[in-house]
């Protein structure tokens, strides 16, 4: 079955940096694109990156762009969102999910909190 | 960027009622619309692809329907475990997210 698990969230001051990462399972990793999707608390759900199979598609929400960078690899199944000069607004849920145009398989998310 | 707005932002509802929720984007996305259901401390679920497909295992009281600019996801018969919040999203260009509308027991 389709396994996706998120990992590396905590809790970090402004200005930090984190790496999250999100192991997959139970399908062929290299034939999807894949995307990470925050919700602050309370909030709605806010799409901010997606990467195609073999990393030369990527895009980026204004939100985060310049500051996150997403990468995966194939061989490992892995998904990866470096984030840097963290801000509190950036606290949020992380999940990653399997995207074809939809995203039909989604982690159990991973929390970020930035304060000091 | 695409911008997507969602109608209304909550709503109360009983079981059994006919629920609508509409979706508008800023610009044409063609069919590129899927509807997600999320409960509190869970992640999303996907329910309608393709503006109108139903993902399998979904219930066929959930239905989706437009194309375009406006959308529309139509649940027949509200039950219990209903209750939640449905989001809108494009994936005609990058991927954008309606604000959501939160179902709630009238």
């Known amino acids: 079955q389709v396994q996706l698990v998120e990992s590396g969230g905590g809790l970090v001051k402004p200005g930090g940096s984190l790496r999250l990462s999100c192991a997959a399972s139970?399908?062929?990793?290299?034939?999807?694109?894949m995307s990470w999707i925050r919700q602050a608390p309370g909030k709605g759900l806010e799409w901010i990156s997606y990467i195609s199979h073999s990393s030369s598609t990527i895009y980026y929400a204004d939100s985060v762009k310049g500051r996150f960078t997403i990468s995966r690899d194939n061989a490992k199944k892995s998904l990866y969102l470096q984030m840097n000069s963290l801000r509190a607004e950036d606290t949020a849920v992380y999940f990653c999910?399997?995207?074809?145009?939809?995203?039909?398989?989604w982690g159990q998310g991973t929390l970020v909190t930035v304060s000091s | 960027d695409i911008q997507m707005t969602q109608s209304p932002s909550s709503l109360s509802a009983s079981v059994g009622d006919r629920v609508t929720i509409t979706c508008r984007s800023s610009?044409?996305?063609?069919?590129?619309l899927n509807w997600y259901q999320q409960k509190p401390g869970t992640a999303p679920k996907l329910l309608i692809y393709?503006?109108?497909n139903l993902q399998s295992g979904v219930p066929s009281r959930f239905s989706g329907s437009g194309s375009g600019t406006d959308f529309t996801l139509t649940i027949s018969s509200l039950q219990p475990e209903d209750f939640a919040t449905y989001y809108c999203?494009?994936?005609?260009?990058?991927?954008?997210f309606g604000q959501g509308t939160k179902v709630e027991i009238k």
């Open positions: 610009q044409s996305i063609s069919i590129s």
């Open positions: 393709a503006a109108s």
């Open positions: 139970g399908f062929t990793f290299s034939d999807y694109y």
């Open positions: 999910a399997r995207d074809q145009g939809i995203s039909d398989y």
């Open positions: 999203q494009q994936s005609y260009s990058t991927r954008t």
